[in-house]
């Protein structure tokens, strides 16, 4: 069997999504907000890589940055060690998927993050939880619409 077999709600995230990123402090306060656009794909003229997610995040000054998220898949998991992060994902029930990574260049930094995709496969809810040497220290909010039909 292959990964869209093994993890049928990761294989429902394939496509475009449109959202917003919104980052919080401990206290509530908003630290930064953007725009987002995200590609998940299951490549198949990858064999290192059987997942990839390609995300398109733009501010309001005009800034964009691109970033290739492209991992591999082992035992129920889909692993990503890319130059910027290393992390793993599985999924919980019919609509948790759970990711873990830190980021490379801060490796006393790590998260968490709760993925929800609604029943209709329209609309997914994404919390980050940050974490500093042991301590909260940001959240991610992300609200994100599917913006092309989901694959037959």
Known sequence: MGIKDDMKLLA???GEWEGEYI????DGEVIDRHRSQLSCRFPTDDPDHAYRQINTYTWDD???EVIDFPASYDDGQIWFDTERIRGHAWEVDA????LTWVYKAQPDVYL?????LSHDGVNRARTWHWFDNDRLV????INERRTSPPPD
Do not use: D, S
């Not at 980052?23 to 401990?26: A, D, E, I, L, S």
């Open 95 to 98: 609509n948790t998927i759970v």
């Open 23 to 26: 980052h919080v402090g401990v």
């Open 62 to 64: 005009g800034r964009e």
């Open 112 to 116: 968490y993050e709760m993925i929800q």
């Open 138 to 141: 940001r959240r991610t909010l």
């Open 12 to 14: 429902r995230h394939e």
